[in-house]
């Protein structure tokens, strides 16, 4: 008697994701008073990998009507590279800095900023990329307001890339969730009263997979008055 053979269905494994992978790996802040160094003492960068970008979003509010400026972003000891930085002045100054670095080994990294003077409340937000085809920057937006909720639509990216934005407010009272657009929200909390009981809002988003354009649009809207926001693409 013969027997028919089995057949058996070959294992087919998922294709590797396509294009960077974007990962939020966490915000530290000062509500009280902020120095003029704000330290990450051994933040999360993920597995190590040859490629991996480290990008840091670094905010201040100075506690008067004048700003104070980011002069300079160390990973572990290692200068970084400032993108871009935005300052928009209301009752208080606000400051938003975006920096980055390829950090290959290690699975923390202690990261620093330094700001041209002390202020009243800061926070600094760390992510990392993978998979790039290129680590070095596409495009940085920035916009800001005293009145309206700022936004922006000139941001380039390219096909299969990355964008990381960071959005902040003050001059409000309390606490002002943020509704963002463009991106999806990873962190927003407010840095409650600082030296001068104020407050400052910050909130973080990212996206992946998108399309080659010259017009990506980011945008905000908070309940306090003196408002900015700063993106940056990667592909």
Not at 136 to 154: E, G, M, R, Y
Not at 180 to 206: K, P
Request: proline share 5%; hydrophobic share 40%.
């Amino acid at each position: 008697m013969t027997f028919p053979m089995p057949m058996f269905s070959p294992t087919v494994s998922a294709p590797p994701p396509s294009g960077p992978v974007v990962t939020y790996q966490g915000t530290i802040d000062s509500g009280g008073s902020a120095g003029n160094d704000q330290i990450y003492t051994n933040a999360p960068i993920g597995a190590a990998d040859a490629n991996r970008l480290v990008v840091v979003v670094a905010v201040m509010r100075r506690g008067a009507a004048a700003t104070r400026s980011l002069s300079g972003v160390t990973f572990a000891g290692t200068p970084g590279t400032i993108h871009d930085q935005i300052a928009v002045i209301g009752t208080n100054g606000l400051t938003i800095g975006m920096a980055s670095l390829v950090v290959p080994t290690g699975t923390t990294c202690t990261i620093a900023t330094d700001w041209s003077n002390a202020g009243a409340s800061a926070s600094l937000s760390v992510y990392t990329i993978t998979g790039l085809a290129s680590t070095t920057i596409v495009d940085v937006k920035k916009a800001s307001s005293t009145s309206a909720d700022p936004s922006l639509a000139n941001l380039t990216t390219n096909a299969s890339g990355a964008v990381i934005a960071c959005f902040a407010g003050c001059d409000g009272t309390g606490a002002q969730p943020m509704s963002l657009s463009g991106v999806t929200e990873d962190y927003d909390d407010d840095i409650q009263a600082g030296v001068d009981s104020r407050w400052l809002q910050i909130a973080m988003g990212h996206a992946t997979g998108v399309a080659s354009t010259s017009t990506y649009a980011l945008g905000m809207t908070c309940g306090h008055t003196t408002k900015a926001l700063i993106g940056g693409s990667w592909a």
